[in-house]
């Protein structure tokens, strides 16, 4: 199923999909997912089941719940922060390290939580316990092509611009 939804080998190449091949794919990989189902279980428990209903691969566009667990931990960063009050703001390149992070192909985003909390909740955690985030800071949450992991800057002017950011360690 998910060599339809993305192929790799071969000489296909990607084009513009349509509904009408959209509608030809999903099918195609509801007819593989049935078909499977007969080939695993005995046809006396195929028998007794009311409908199989075969779950697609997330793409791209369905994974942006990601946000959804972002402002769950923002909202979780209020409350429990001892009185430390601050925001994050996160860039569009760190939702995407995240989602990379904590997607795969076999298992969707299961772990999204989890690398959410490795890559981003326990460098905060670090950095309120060592006294380096204030009441009334923000903390953009950024990520370079080149690291494994996020970068946090501190916002230390008045203006709205990031230039006046700095670094923080984590």
């Avoid at 990601?66 to 760190?94: H, M, P, W, Y």
């Avoid at 299961?110 to 923000?138: C, D, T």
Wanted: proline share 4%; hydrophobic share 40%.
């Amino acid at each position: 199923m998910s060599a339809l939804v993305n192929p790799r080998l071969g000489f296909h190449f990607p084009k513009a999909a349509d509904d009408e091949s959209k509608e030809e794919v999903k099918g195609r990989i509801s007819r593989i997912g049935v078909a499977a189902a007969r080939n695993k279980f005995t046809p006396e428990f195929v028998n007794r089941l009311d409908k199989i209903v075969v779950f697609k691969p997330l793409g791209r566009e369905e994974l942006s719940l990601v946000e959804i667990e972002l402002d769950t931990v923002q909202q979780r960063l209020q409350k429990t922060a001892n009185g430390v009050s601050f925001e994050v703001d996160v860039t569009e390149a760190a939702c995407d390290f995240l989602l990379n992070e904590g997607t795969d192909l076999r298992y969707g985003a299961r772990h999204l939580k989890r690398a959410i909390e490795r890559h981003m909740v326990q460098p905060l955690s670090n950095l309120i316990a060592s006294g380096q985030i204030h009441r009334g800071h923000l903390i953009r949450v950024s990520h370079r092509e080149d690291s494994s992991s996020l970068l946090f800057f501190l916002d230390i002017g008045a203006s709205e611009s990031w230039r006046t950011a700095r670094p923080v360690a984590a």
